[in-house]
């Protein structure tokens, strides 16, 4: 891990009832956000899901990307972030400017019940592409909850089946966007098939919510903090259990697009869009992730016939 930022630290808890990850972005996360102009909260909503990216990315148990994408709204219509398994992050947004604006306040504050109001239909949609599997997975689920802490802990419990609690926090400053993460995830027992009343169940259920109230008792200050030290931080929340801490990864900003790319994408788009795009004999073409231009011969994309054009 370089310096004390944009990375993401796996643990687990030495009572073996829960692993997790805190991830704390910075510089990263600044270069995600500055390839645009968001509004306030266009930006903080994108940072809690490049955050949770960020944590959930160790999904991935081969190369490949983790792509998370959440829409429904009128005001933001998409958010997506994409982590790659050695964290290279990049995300966009889709938003109606008039309607930002008109929303009682465009600004972004943290932990705010802003979810149902800004996503009344919400969906969010989660897809794994790992190298040598023929097709992704993907998961999609109505957003449940909030904030989007609460709406992944609910995907978590629907498509996971499994219980996990996401602490999130996003602050602006002069110095840029940061932000920082921390979840808990309950570790199936191995072997353990109790019966009713088996007081092993008390047991488990116990150290697991005692690892809940030790994860919630982070203040934002220290998730944010860009001077505590990840295993410090983890000690101070876990240290009456005990906390094992496994190898970082570091994360970036980094996009994956090439003039190689789009015009393969380009090539198999109808013609009737690609008529669209045309501005004289060139085809312009911006990726949303990170702002770069592509321009290309129309000539190069399509053979003109029948005067399509
Ligand atoms: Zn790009």
């Known amino acids: 891990m370089s310096g004390l930022d944009d990375f993401v630290q796996p643990f687990q808890v030495e009572s073996r009832s829960a692993q997790g990850r805190l991830v704390k972005i910075g510089p990263a996360l600044d270069a995600v956000l500055s ?15 490049v955050v949770v990216g960020a944590m959930l990315s160790g999904t991935l148990k ?5 792509s998370i994408q ?15 398994h050695d964290g290279g992050i990049r995300g966009y947004a889709r938003f109606d400017e008039t309607k930002i604006k008109s929303l009682n306040s465009d600004r972004y504050v943290a932990d705010k019940p802003i979810v149902p109001v800004l996503f009344p239909n919400g969906k969010l949609t989660l897809t794994l592409t790992e190298e040598g599997k023929k097709s992704p997975y993907q998961g999609v689920v109505p957003l449940e909850g909030k904030t989007i802490g609460d709406c992944i802990a609910a995907y978590f419990s629907r498509s996971v089946q499994s219980e996990a609690v996401f602490k999130i926090g996003v602050d602006n400053s002069d110095l840029g966007w940061r932000a920082g993460g921390l979840m808990i995830q309950r570790l199936a027992q191995k072997g353990f098939q109790p019966q ?24 934002n200050t220290e998730l944010l903090s860009k001077t505590l030290h990840p295993h410090e931080l983890l000690y101070r929340l876990f240290n009456e ?8 990864e570091t994360l970036h900003m ?6 190689e790319k789009v015009k393969n994408v380009l090539s ?36 003109i016939d029948n005067n399509t054009y």
């Open 241 to 248: 259990d005990g906390v094992r801490v496994f190898h970082p």
């Open 196 to 219: 009713s009343g088996d007081e092993r169940i008390i047991d488990v259920n116990e150290k697991w919510n005692r690892a809940v109230i030790l994860m919630k008792s982070c203040s």
């Open 70 to 84: 959440i829409r429904g709204g009128a005001a933001i219509n998409l958010l997506v972030v994409d982590v790659t």
């Open 254 to 259: 980094k996009c994956r697009c090439s003039q």
């Open 35 to 49: 390839a645009h102009n968001y509004p306030s909260i266009v930006a903080g909503l994108l940072s809690e899901i």
């Open 268 to 303: 198999n788009f109808p013609h009737s869009e690609i008529k669209k795009m045309k501005n004289g004999r060139f085809v312009m073409v911006t990726c949303e992730f990170c702002n770069c231009e592509y321009k290309f011969l129309l000539d190069d994309i399509i053979k």
């Open 62 to 66: 081969k190369a490949g990307v983790l």
